[in-house]
């Protein structure tokens, strides 16, 4: 498994997550380059089926980024999210898919550091896991 | 507070007592229509009717031991627009707490309606009525069976048949309702209970319609709880079973295999809430190019696609909500076992949010409100 690059897809919020990926870029912080970024206006914008979609068509791990709680653009936003994808992991563990591939993580426009170690953590995390079984299921 | 009264039974007629409570409320004019099962004129099933003229409600039949729609979405077309009278709706248990539900979505508005329930043995498969009633096994004598059997919590159906699967598991024999009509713990031959709520409690006084005492059944909460306990065993081993079998995905397609993409469990469940549903729109429309990408990445896809996904995401919207009322399981071409895959991964979504579906009207389900504090998920399994 040396050589196995996990492809992560990365759904980010405007204000915060995808700011703090843009400041993580001009401030030259460095990380792997395995993440595919979306940009949405919020968090709160994340649909289970995108999430779900990226996981049987390709991505190995989804990140979801957003505002710290209270933080939020649209005021509510990345609690809806936090709720969303609580219901989405819950199903899914129910059904025997405990593997840790769904990330959510509150990142500021202020957190370039912290967006650049995310992203290098779970790029570690996956690499170690593997390839995404639910991505192989051709009968899905 | 709920007022309660019993109901003399003449004659072991205990369908005409009540035919005559419900007769009173529309003569005297508590509401002007009542939605009730009627049997239909071949004898081998039921439908809801919306009855006007007291007269009419001859004949139908409070017991009726199927459930051929979701009362819920019969109940939701009918006040959601401009419902200007008072009517009353005959439901089940699950018919109730499945209107509880869509009133959260605003799909049903309970201004104008009032829900009367029924205590509820189990309802058998439509086809399985149709047959029993060739057989002989149906109408009038299976009621008579069924309700003695409901005295102890005892029932014994006609050999060879059974109830529903989710009828089988449900632990809610009984309804929260503006009127409960009760037959546990009643020798409903002589005697049965109906419970009255706050909304037509002083009405009902009023116009004389019951006279309302304290007694009831002793035995009656003795008889509920232990119609739950076999209730929540029989679900308690389901789900266990089918933990057993969906170890994971790949064995979650397995079990689910035979399914055809037929999209009856959605049509037929109550709590699918989405005007439009997002399988049936552009969402799922895609380039004949897109298809071919998916199939070159893996080698080959299944088609039509997007099995799993449907199934993922309708029970990431109606899981929180599901009552459990099991039509999904009816309406399946397959006979896949949806409603238990429902309930169990439900019982485990519902917890998390300490929601009970249907219970109250007032609570906001999970997928709409979020509280500040909860959920410590950020990037952490749950």
């Known amino acids: ?24 870029g001009t401030t030259r912080q460095q990380y792997p380059p395995n993440i595919r970024i979306i940009h949405l206006m919020c968090s709160g914008a994340v649909d289970s089926i995108y999430v779900l979609k990226a996981l049987i ?24 999210a936090r709720r969303r994808v609580a219901i989405l992991k819950g199903i899914l563990e129910q059904m025997g898919f405990t593997e840790h591939r769904i990330w959510l993580k509150w990142i500021s426009a202020s957190e370039g550091k912290l967006f650049a170690d995310t992203v290098t953590k779970m790029v570690d995390d996956l690499k170690k896991m593997g390839p995404n079984p639910m991505k192989q299921l051709w009968n899905a | 507070m709920a007022k309660k009264a019993a109901v003399k039974v003449a004659e072991e007629k205990t369908d005409e007592a009540i035919i005559g409570f419900l007769k009173s409320l529309l003569e005297k ?17 039921f439908v809801q009717t919306l009855i006007r003229d007291p007269e009419k409600l001859n004949g139908v039949c409070v017991f009726s031991p199927t459930m051929p729609v979701q009362s819920a979405r019969v109940v939701s ?34 201004d104008n309606l009032y829900l009367i329930g029924i205590d509820c043995p189990g309802t058998f498969e439509v086809t399985d009525y149709a047959r029993m009633v060739q057989e002989g096994k149906g109408g009038e004598s299976l009621t008579k069976e069924l309700l003695k059997g409901m005295e102890k919590g005892e029932l014994s ?22 009127i409960s009509i009760k037959l546990f713990g009643y020798k409903a031959d002589q005697e049965i209970g109906i419970e009255i709520g706050d909304k037509l409690g002083k009405e009902i006084e009023e116009k004389g319609i019951l006279s309302f005492s304290e007694n009831g059944s002793p035995s009656r909460s003795e008889v509920i709880s232990k119609v739950i306990a076999e209730r929540t065993k029989k679900r308690d081993a389901l789900f266990q079973e089918f933990k057993g079998i969906v170890k994971d995905l790949q064995a979650f397609l397995d079990r689910f295999s035979t399914c055809v993409r037929c999209h009856n469990c959605m049509v037929a469940c109550p709590i699918c809430y989405c005007k439009e549903c997002v399988f049936r729109t552009a969402v799922f429309e895609h380039d004949g190019d897109q298809f071919l990408r998916w199939a070159d990445r893996k080698g080959e896809i299944r088609m039509p696609t997007d099995t799993l996904i449907f199934h993922l995401i309708r029970m990431s919207h109606m899981v929180t909500s599901c009552i ?43 997928v709409a409100s979020f509280k500040e504090d909860e959920l410590k998920i950020e990037s952490g399994a749950l």
């Not at chain 2, 004019?29 to 099933?45: H, N, Y």
């Open chain 1, 1 to 24: 498994m040396a050589d196995f690059e996990p492809r992560i897809v990365a759904f980010l919020c405007h204000w915060c997550t995808y700011t703090g990926a843009d400041l993580a």
């Open chain 2, 157 to 178: 159906l006609p050999s060879g048949y059974s109830f529903r699967t989710a009828c089988q598991m449900c632990e809610y024999p009984v309804t929260q309702a503006d």
């Open chain 2, 29 to 45: 004019e508590v509401v002007e229509a009542i939605l009730i099962p009627k049997t239909l004129p071949s004898q081998d099933g």
């Open chain 1, 57 to 80: 068509d390709g991505a190995d791990g989804v990140l979801i980024g957003g505002c710290h709680p209270g933080d939020c653009h649209y005021q509510t936003g990345n609690y809806k």
């Open chain 2, 324 to 366: 459990g009322c099991g039509l999904c399981d009816s309406a399946c071409p397959s006979r896949l076992p949806v409603a238990t895959l429902f309930r169990s991964v439900g019982e485990r979504i519902q917890k998390m949010f300490q929601y009970v579906p249907g219970r109250n009207v007032e609570e906001t389900p999970p």
């Open chain 2, 77 to 110: 077309n009918l006040s959601v627009k401009n419902l200007g009278k008072k009517v009353a709706a005959v439901l089940k248990a699950c018919e109730i707490r499945a209107a509880v539900e869509l009133a959260k979505f605003l799909q049903v508005k309970m």
